[in-house]
């Protein structure tokens, strides 16, 4: 990674409006979090101050300073999901993978969120894994959700 | 795009004559047409598979069908949906659909039958909102009810969600052959302001939560003299609870755009912006798409319509922060820094994006737009309540059977919407509270089941109509823990910049967790009461100022649940682990050992056909035996309770 690849990224984003959060989220999405050298080349290339970034990169949920785990599972903890149980699925979860909400495994394969409300409402509980979601999963499946979602990706494996 | 048909510009009325007929040919084409919700909802319960497995049994048998991808026709909760609509007879909704139900679907169509083992109901006519213009379709199957009369469907008119569930959301086409975009041809044919006096005459209020009149912000925003001007649709959807706009944008998404482009004619606007949170990539997948089949064919651009109109509108993706669908916090995300909101005035209609005059627009207001301005303001505010006119449409969810996007005109009851539509708590059991407004609303208590939906009513009730989330309760749910709930959300969501915000809802949260471990002390109902409505009146923006209204609501109509967990160390739902203590009665136990299979802690103790018992000391208290005991001999109790 050099400075010139994040240099290359923010060239691609034109348009003033939301022009930071696309650049970041390009690089979140690309390096699996925002490393700081990063910040500052993007910094320097948007003529910002660096302390202007960093603030966006702390405020928002989406943005991480460390890196995540190469598959995301977001737990999904909207109204609907909390009153049918969502806390017993991250609670699973946790035991499963061995990491508390928020952590990614030691091998850097899982990180384990908690999503704030993936509007599925009506197939609640939800769990988004790298982006699609399952419905109606059940603290007793979790198991077999990751193996089928993630091929080869059973935990602990 | 992908799709064939009309490729130049659209410049008049009759090339837009042109893209209709395209679209009709689509829409009720000479062969069967099949179409699946493949909204999130849809993709979630497994439609894409369903899609696929249709496709391979067509191609399997050689029938010639058109398979296309559709939004959600709303009834979320019967996920997978798949329609099929054969010339000249009914279309047939089908609910459940497995992908094992695609072989024998498709040999019943191939058979000209229908395939009853799915069949939910049958539509006889297409009624086209815009132009109220009615399309009929065959006489229904003998043996299959109309989807209009169930439960779920009747007492809904659907103007926002008109398409949604109806047309192919990647089909420029069929949107206008739903009378798509007329509006906007007929609007620059005219006067802005005679538009803007059909929007005030129409009553339509911001469907975002605040319930501004729309047709006045418009106005404002036309008579700030400045050469740039801005128009956002805040699809930021960020109350949990909620999805209407998702499915909009997903199953609807050009009706967003004419209700952008009509606006940037009304206001004088050049620039557009759909500000679309993170978590809905399927939306801004379908917006981006529709953004530049519309480009393609000049319906935004320079000279749209050879009007003289330029105007073009970008998708901005948030980045998972609640706040950032207040409108200033929402300019100040774009703008490039931490989505914090600012003091109003100056309101954004005045001072908005970079400074210049913005018009900041719900998703679902949007969408009604080219009705009001296709039929007339009168038309549109025939429907609803003298201060709510219109629809609205709420996300009915929770403990409730028929679950999904209902749209209702302003004024229908509480009642009519949970217990009709919603068809009441699934599984019998009794309705408890209705929350809605999300982490800014409260809950009303099953006693005002007769209230009507409007604005007026819900504040004076002790909570607000929000952004349309309707999260049904029954026994099971407790309302401490509710109130909790809210508030772990207000405090992680609390952008930090106002005191009473950032401390009061921290402090708040610290007593509410507090009550719900067992450790509540009779003074705490008091502090939260005060504490509560020094945030309200003193936070800077409206996520501060709504913030404890769960709290405030809960206590205000079920205060005995309050006291249940601070004196008797009870919570009556059984949710409050701390609280709980399980136990078996001997007497009904019959020994049937499920309750210790499905222990996850090896808590339960007894062998062979004996009564068991609850080891308290290994019991986590995690409910899986109650709910799973066919005898119902598993009980629970307050911690301080007698017995306990
Ligand atoms: C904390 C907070 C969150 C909000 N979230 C949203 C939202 O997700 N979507 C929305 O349309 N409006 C939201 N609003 C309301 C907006 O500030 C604004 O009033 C609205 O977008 C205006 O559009 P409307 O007049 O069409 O409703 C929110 C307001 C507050 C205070």
Same mark, same amino acid.
């Given at each position: 990674m050099t400075g010139n690849e994040y240099t290359d990224i923010v060239k691609r984003h034109t348009s003033p409006n939301g022009r930071v959060l696309s650049i970041l989220e390009e690089i979140q999405r690309k390096y699996r979090h925002l490393p700081e050298e990063a910040l500052r080349a993007a910094a320097e290339e948007l003529n910002l101050p660096l302390s202007q970034l960093y603030g966006v990169a702390t405020f928002y949920t989406s943005f991480s300073l460390q890196p995540r785990g190469e598959h995301i599972i977001g737990v999904c903890h909207g109204t609907v999901c909390h009153v049918k149980g969502a806390a017993r699925v991250t609670a699973e979860l946790e035991k499963k993978l061995g990491v508390s909400e928020g952590g990614t495994t030691g091998d850097g394969k899982f990180t384990l969120e908690s999503v704030k409300c993936l509007g599925c409402c009506s197939l609640a509980p939800v769990v988004s894994i790298d982006g699609s979601v399952h419905a109606r999963v059940k603290p007793e499946t979790v198991d077999e959700l990751i193996k089928s979602a993630i091929p080869g990706g059973a935990p602990g494996d | 795009m992908t799709e064939g048909g009309i490729k130049h510009r659209v410049e008049s009325g009759r090339d837009l004559q042109a893209l209709e007929k395209k679209g009709l040919e689509l829409l009720y084409p000479g062969r069967p047409r099949i179409a699946v919700a493949m909204a999130s909802c849809g993709r979630a319960a497994g439609s894409g598979r369903i899609y696929e497995s249709i496709g391979d049994e067509l191609e399997r048998r050689g029938l010639d069908a058109s398979l296309v991808p559709a939004g959600c026709p $709303?009834? !979320?909760?019967? %996920?997978p949906l798949v329609t099929v609509l054969e010339p000249g007879k009914a279309r047939i909704y089908y609910s459940g659909v497995q992908p094992a139900d695609a072989g024998p679907l498709v040999s019943a169509l191939a058979g000209g039958e229908v395939y009853q083992k799915r069949a939910l109901g049958a539509e006889v006519e297409d009624r086209l909102v815009v132009t109220g213009r009615q399309i009929d379709l065959g006489p229904p199957p003998g043996n299959l009810g109309l989807l209009a009369d169930l439960d779920f469907y009747r007492p809904q008119v659907r103007l926002a969600t008109r398409n949604c569930g109806c047309i192919n959301p990647f089909s420029i086409h069929e949107y206008a052959a739903r009378g798509g975009y007329r509006a906007l041809a007929e609007a620059l044919a005219g006067d802005p302001s005679g538009i803007i006096a059909e929007i005030k005459k129409s009553g339509l209020r911001g469907r975002g939560g605040a319930g501004f009149p729309t047709g006045l912000k418009w106005e404002i925003t036309a008579g700030s003299g400045h050469d740039e001007k801005y128009i956002i649709c805040n699809g930021d959807e960020g109350d949990p609870g909620a999805y209407m706009d998702r499915s909009i944008l997903e199953g609807d998404p050009h009706s967003v755009l004419e209700g952008m482009i009509i606006g940037a004619y009304c206001m004088g606007a050049r620039h557009g912006i759909i500000y679309v949170r993170a978590e809905y990539p399927l939306a801004i997948k379908t917006v981006g798409h529709a953004i530049a089949q519309a480009r393609e064919l000049g319906l935004l651009g320079e000279n749209i319509l050879n009007s003289g109109l330029s105007f073009d509108v970008e998708v901005v993706m948030g980045a /998972?922060?609640?706040? !950032? /669908? %207040?409108e200033t916090a929402l300019i100040a995300s774009i703008e490039g820094h931490p989505g914090e909101p600012r003091p109003r005035p100056p309101y954004p209609a005045r001072q908005g994006l970079w400074g210049k005059p913005t018009c900041i627009n719900n998703v679902e207001t949007l969408a009604n737009i080219p009705l009001i301005a296709g039929r007339g303001g009168d038309w549109y505010a025939g429907l609803g309540t003298a201060g709510s006119r219109g629809t609205k449409v709420f996300a009915l969810v929770g403990k409730v059977k028929n679950s999904g996007l209902v749209e209702v005109p302003m004024g229908t009851t509480i009642g009519d919407i949970v217990l009709g539509a919603g068809g009441g708590p699934d599984g019998g059991r009794k309705l408890k509270a209705v929350q809605t407004g999300g982490p800014s609303g409260g809950c009303i208590p099953a006693s005002l089941v007769d209230l009507p939906v409007d604005y007026e009513s819900l504040t004076g009730a002790g909570t607000i109509m929000g952004s349309g989330g309707m999260v049904v309760m029954d026994e099971s749910v407790c309302m401490v823990d509710m109130a909790r709930y809210f508030m772990t959300f207000a405090a992680g969501e609390s952008? $930090?910049?106002?005191t009473p915000c950032r401390e009061g809802t921290a402090e708040i949260l610290d007593i509410l967790d507090r009550i719900t471990q067992g450790g509540g002390r009779p003074e705490d109902l008091d502090t939260l009461d005060e504490l509560s409505r020094v945030v309200k009146d003193a936070s800077l923006c409206g996520l501060g100022q709504t913030a404890t209204n769960p709290v405030l609501s809960t206590l205000r109509y079920f205060r005995s649940e309050y006291e249940a967990h601070i004196k008797d160390k009870h919570c009556p739902a059984g949710v409050c682990r701390n609280l709980t203590v399980y136990r078996i009665n001997p007497e009904l136990c019959i020994g049937c050992g499920l309750c210790a299979e499905e222990c996850p802690g090896g808590a339960i103790l007894g062998r062979d056909d004996q009564p068991r018992v609850i080891s308290q000391e290994s019991c986590t208290r995690c409910g899986a035996c109650y709910r799973i005991c066919p005898q119902e001999a598993i009980f629970f109790t307050g911690r301080g309770m007698p017995g306990a």
């Open positions: - | $709303g009834l !979320c909760s019967r %996920e /998972g922060a609640f706040v !950032c /669908g %207040e952008c $930090g910049k106002c």
